[in-house]
């Protein structure tokens, strides 16, 4: 039996009119596999254009339901008005103290 590095891989490419013919078939070892660094991303997987690329990522989207939306736009809405009175207050305590410096 031969091992797995000595198999061979024929690659069949399509004939066009417009190029000179070339040879049918190539031959090419099949190389292991390299081992893929984390964060790194294959070169196959890249998508042929900008479009293409943007309708992937949107697909991977994890998207809320209503009630989930519902519930996070009221607690940003909360913590906002929470933050803007906190502001006013001290302000106000501020302008406070700075008038009694003054005064």
């Not at 964060?39 to 992937?56: I, L």
């Amino acid at each position: 039996m031969a091992e797995e590095s000595d198999k061979v891989v024929r690659r069949i490419k399509a004939k066009t009119a417009d190029k000179p013919k070339k040879p049918v078939a190539q031959t090419k070892k099949v190389e292991k596999p390299t081992k893929v660094e984390k964060g790194s991303k294959k070169k196959t997987d890249e998508p042929n254009n900008y479009f293409t690329g943007a309708w992937h990522e949107l697909r991977q989207v994890h998207w809320t339901n209503r009630r989930t939306t519902w519930k996070l736009t009221i607690a940003v809405l909360l913590f906002s008005a929470f933050f803007a009175l906190f502001i006013l207050a001290a302000d106000w305590v501020f302008n406070l103290i700075v008038q009694q410096v003054i005064l």
